[in-house]
């Protein structure tokens, strides 16, 4: 069996490379399981990056499923606990977008990812019994918050892989801008990308979208200011058996990894915790649905890359992307 990760050091600096070169200040950490990068401009660069570096680092230890002191893992042992504000506000906007995305997002996806063996990394394809006796655990109504408690049943298990980033670039970015930061760009690669201000006045930070089929790669630019940008992509981890691929993203509804003939998606909204959960919820939709939720909500930008080499790029973004590569077809909807 092939097992593919993509060194998430290498993809974080060839996408911020592409928007933060010749800042103040610039360090790599790492936080979440992942390589975070903190670009910064203007006075005391130094100091407001130890904060928000510190911030990483609190949030991980709160929001981490492995760490043993973590709010999830006490909530994934006991079934209940009282958790931390910022644990429940992430618990609370992730059932809010499920609610909204008909569970295309769901964070009880959790025994689903681990019997496809992408939290341990020993991947392996469960047979469809197996698969059929874990569905009954599955499901966002299987999770609740109470206050700061919050409560598990039906021997569901949560994980905040596809919203913690998103909310951790919002809360660094917070700390940033009290302390009087106006430019600056924090990157998880290509995950979630906040985006304070403009790089230097009147000019945008320009973000690389990784390539989903070879995404050592840009596939295309895209300028951005005082928002995020959050990429779900099945590049991102996935393994290869007997010649198929499976990748991280599961629906939640046929416990198997998203299979509807997109590769990678994008979203751009001024909140990156919903830019994250929306970037994974819309991959699970496919792209018909995705556009269609796009255009019944709003609040959002999208960019979906589809295996029959189209991109189709929502109107609000139309001034902001560079040209798709050779052999690509572009549609604005
Ligand atoms: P992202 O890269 O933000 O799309 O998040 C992917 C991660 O979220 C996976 O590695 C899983 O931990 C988790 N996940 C997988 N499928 C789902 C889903 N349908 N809803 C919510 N989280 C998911
Ligand atoms: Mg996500």
Not at 213 to 234: H, R
Not at 307 to 328: C, E, F, M, Q, R
């Amino acid at each position: 069996m092939k097992h593919i990760v993509i060194p998430t050091l290498l993809l974080c600096a060839l996408l911020s490379s592409c928007g933060a070169k010749d800042t103040t200040a610039r360090k790599t950490i790492i936080a979440m399981d992942a390589a975070a990068t903190l670009s910064i401009n203007g006075e005391n660069a130094d100091d407001a990056i130890s904060a928000a570096e510190k911030e990483f680092y609190r949030l991980d230890a709160l929001l981490s499923r492995s760490a043993k002191t973590s709010d999830i893992y006490r909530l994934n042992e006991n079934g209940s606990a009282a958790v931390s504000s910022d644990t429940a506000a992430v618990i609370e906007t992730a059932l809010g977008i499920s609610r909204e995305t008909d569970g295309a997002f769901d964070i009880t996806v959790t025994p689903l990812t681990d019997a496809w063996g992408f939290f341990n990394q020993n991947y392996r394809v469960p047979s469809d019994s197996e698969i059929q006796s874990i569905l009954p655990r599955v499901g966002y109504e299987n999770a609740a918050l109470n206050g700061n408690t919050a409560s598990l049943t039906n021997g569901a298990l949560v994980d905040l892989g596809g919203i913690a980033k998103g909310y951790a670039c919002e809360s660094a970015a917070r700390i940033l801008k009290s302390r009087g930061i106006t430019s600056a760009l924090i990157s998880f690669g290509s995950s979630s990308i906040k985006a304070i201000g403009f790089k230097s006045a009147g000019e945008p930070w320009k973000i690389g979208l990784a390539d989903p089929q070879n995404s050592q790669e840009y596939f295309m630019t895209l300028e951005i200011s005082d928002t995020c940008v959050a990429t779900s992509g099945s590049y991102e981890r996935f393994f290869e058996k007997d010649g198929k691929k499976y990748h991280h993203i599961i629906n939640p509804k046929t416990g198997y990894p998203a299979d509807n003939g997109l590769l990678s998606v994008s979203v751009v909204c001024a909140d990156g915790t919903r830019a994250d959960a929306l970037s994974t919820a819309l991959f699970v939709m496919g792209a018909d649905k995705a556009v269609e939720f796009q255009k019944k909500h709003g609040g959002f930008e999208a960019i979906l890359i589809t295996d029959d080499k189209t991109a189709y790029v929502t109107s609000g973004l139309k001034d902001s992307i560079s040209a798709v590569p050779d052999g690509w077809t572009c549609i604005i909807v």
